[in-house]
């Protein structure tokens, strides 16, 4: 097939490079156009050296961006951009993948609730996709728009996924206790992530409500079929990239619990079960779209604990939306993402 002609709107943020690093090796895809308002004409190596010999694009005013020529555009923008913009490139034919939180929330009542804005095209929240490929791959490779989840949301839910889809916990007591690297805060200046404030510190955040949750909690309910009761605290890790979660909950029967996230994940490339009794790493996964799960139950009580880490710019952002654009494409979804994690 001719390759994807790609746009990318919002691209100097990580996310944005992210995307950036992964499409420009991917044998189906030809990146065409890349929006900044502020950064408009200069030339996106740059601003980002490491993509030397690999992106010859200059950034564009999105006022004279063709993204209509496109046949799939992301959103690495703010929220509340891409669903100013979504009407009309759909209506042009372009599909769109948004990496921000504009169609993830199904609720629109409580997605303003959250981040504070009114929504200007609730019609299409209804249409969206989730777009976690490990339980919605099959309506992913229909859609026209993609709602990319969150990096926390990703996390949580891969590692909850194979004990709500068998029934056999208590769903209304769930904790997940979840760790983040600063890039997860974005490239916007902020104090809290400066290297004299966040290196050499480790702190819980937004314990009162944090805006990924009714995310996660709308995803954990499907699965489980019921409401979820979800405690979820995050954190803020003196790491650039990384979320770690530990995950627990009651057992309400017994199952070979192993054998059951080894079954669930059998088939997914890019979720990976480890052997029993081990411990993932943040840096097992940097630089991949992998995520790495472990599960165990202490001292045989009932309580079960899984472990569940991600790289958030990659499965948890960037990653994620190239492996759901291969889906969307009929493409291998492996395209454009074996990449071997770094180490050290």
Not at 4 to 23: A, D, F, M, N, S
Not at 150 to 166: D, I, N, W
Not at 271 to 285: A, C, F, N, W
Request: proline letters at 5%; glycine letters at 8%.
């Amino acid at each position: 097939m001719n390759k994807l002609k790609i746009g990318i709107v919002g691209g100097t943020g990580y996310t944005g490079v992210e995307l950036l690093r992964l499409l420009a090796v991917h044998p189906n895809a030809q990146l065409s156009v890349i929006t900044s308002r502020s950064e408009a004409g200069l030339p996106v190596t740059d601003m980002f050296p490491s993509l030397r010999g690999h992106v010859d694009l200059c950034f564009t005013d999105p006022g004279q961006a063709d993204l209509a020529a496109c046949d799939v555009v992301f959103f690495a923008t703010p929220h509340g951009i891409a669903m100013q913009q979504a009407r009309d490139l759909l209506d042009k034919g372009v599909r769109i993948i948004d990496l921000a939180a504009d169609f993830r929330i199904r609720d629109v009542a409580v997605w303003e609730k959250w981040y504070g804005m009114t929504h200007t095209c609730a019609d299409l929240v209804e249409e969206a996709v989730y777009g976690l490929p490990e339980i919605n791959r099959d309506k992913i490779r229909n859609a026209r728009l993609i709602a990319n989840p969150g990096c926390y949301p990703t996390s949580v839910q891969l590692g909850f996924m194979p004990l709500l889809e068998a029934g056999i916990v208590d769903t209304g007591h769930l904790i997940a206790d979840v760790k983040s690297g600063v890039s997860g805060a974005g490239r916007k200046a902020e104090t809290h992530t400066l290297f004299a404030e966040a290196g050499d510190n480790f702190k819980a955040y937004a314990v009162a409500g944090h805006r990924h949750a009714p995310e996660i909690s709308q995803g954990l309910s499907e699965m489980a079929r019921k409401p979820v009761g979800l405690v979820f605290v995050p954190h803020l890790t003196p790491l650039i990239r990384g979320i770690h979660a530990t995950l627990y909950a009651r057992l309400t029967k017994q199952a070979d619990l192993q054998a059951l996230f080894e079954a669930r994940y059998a088939n997914e490339r890019y979720v990976d079960v480890m052997p029993k009794g081990t411990h993932p790493e943040t840096r097992s996964v940097r630089g991949s779209n992998q995520c790495r799960i472990s599960v165990h139950q202490p001292q045989g009580s009932d309580t079960v604990v899984v472990l569940s880490v991600i790289d958030n710019l990659v499965k948890g952002a960037a990653g994620q939306a190239v492996q759901n654009m291969n889906i969307m494409f009929d493409l291998d979804e492996r395209a454009g993402l074996e990449i071997v994690p770094l180490l050290p």
